[in-house]
């Protein structure tokens, strides 16, 4: 399994450009996240989806859209780019939502500057 | 408002030694609580977890200690090796407390670094 994939790795933009960042999971999971890492900050969640078809806000939404019409692919939308949205981007998935046993396996990031 | 809360940004000891990373949390609605770790320009990786109805979880070198009433858990290396380089992240949820377990809330992680 190539489990958590992501792409690009790395992205300049400029402000007000707009891109999708790609990821995909080979596990069969059902849930799936966005996150974002500042400098020195612990990760945030952007958005999330716990299936096909259903998606819903984290704590950073704004700029931001997610669509998730496959179990395998989640991407991230970013319109109009700002610098604001310079950051390290985490896709994450995870077999369920509850129980003790579960986890979120995490892919290697993509790095995004905005300028 | 940070409701898990690493107040070390870094840590170094000497291989063979014990190193131990600490981690704060404010809201008492968390009962599942998790380390990840992190080397450069990788994604974070799952370590080792505990519930919040035990106080020890141990993994081979790795172990979690979970104090409820201080809301304070620290993980244990023991021996630390240079291979253990890297950032740690504490992460918590509500997974039975009304919450989703699914929305982990993290710190901001403390560098780890193992010198030979």
């Known amino acids: 399994n190539a489990g958590v994939t992501q792409t690009p790795k790395f992205r300049i933009l400029k402000i007000g450009q707009s891109m999708t960042l790609q990821c995909a999971q080979d596990?069969?999971?059902?849930?799936m996240y966005w996150y974002r890492q500042d400098p020195g900050m612990g990760l945030k969640l952007i958005y999330y989806?716990?299936?096909?078809?259903?998606?819903d806000k984290g704590e950073v939404p704004n700029g931001y859209n997610v669509s998730r019409s496959t179990t395998e692919y989640f991407p991230l939308r970013l319109e109009l780019a700002a610098p604001s949205q310079t950051s390290v981007y985490f896709c994450?998935?995870?077999?369920?939502?509850?129980?003790?046993?579960?986890?979120?396996?995490f892919g290697p990031g993509t790095r995004l500057t905005v300028l | 408002d940070q409701q898990v809360k690493q107040n070390s940004p870094s840590l170094s000891v000497q291989e063979g030694r014990i190193s131990i990373l600490n981690c704060d949390y404010t809201?008492?609605?968390?009962?599942?609580f998790l380390w990840y770790k992190k080397y450069p320009a990788e994604g974070p990786t799952f370590l080792i977890s505990?519930?919040?109805?035990?106080d020890k979880n141990e993994d081979g070198r790795f172990t979690v200690f979970l104090n409820k009433s201080a809301k304070h858990l620290s993980l244990h290396i023991v021996p630390s090796q240079p291979g253990d380089s890297a950032v740690y992240f504490c992460?918590?949820?509500?997974?039975?407390?009304?919450?989703?377990?699914?929305?982990?809330?993290f710190g901001k992680g403390t560098l780890l670094t193992v010198n030979p």
């Open positions: 596990m069969n999971h059902n849930y």
């Open positions: 992460a918590a949820s509500a997974a039975h407390s009304g919450g989703s377990n699914y929305k982990l809330t």
């Open positions: 505990i519930s919040s109805i035990k």
């Open positions: 994450a998935s995870s077999y369920s939502g509850g129980g003790f046993k579960d986890t979120q396996y």
């Open positions: 989806s716990v299936g096909a078809g259903i998606t």
């Open positions: 809201n008492s609605m968390f009962d599942y």
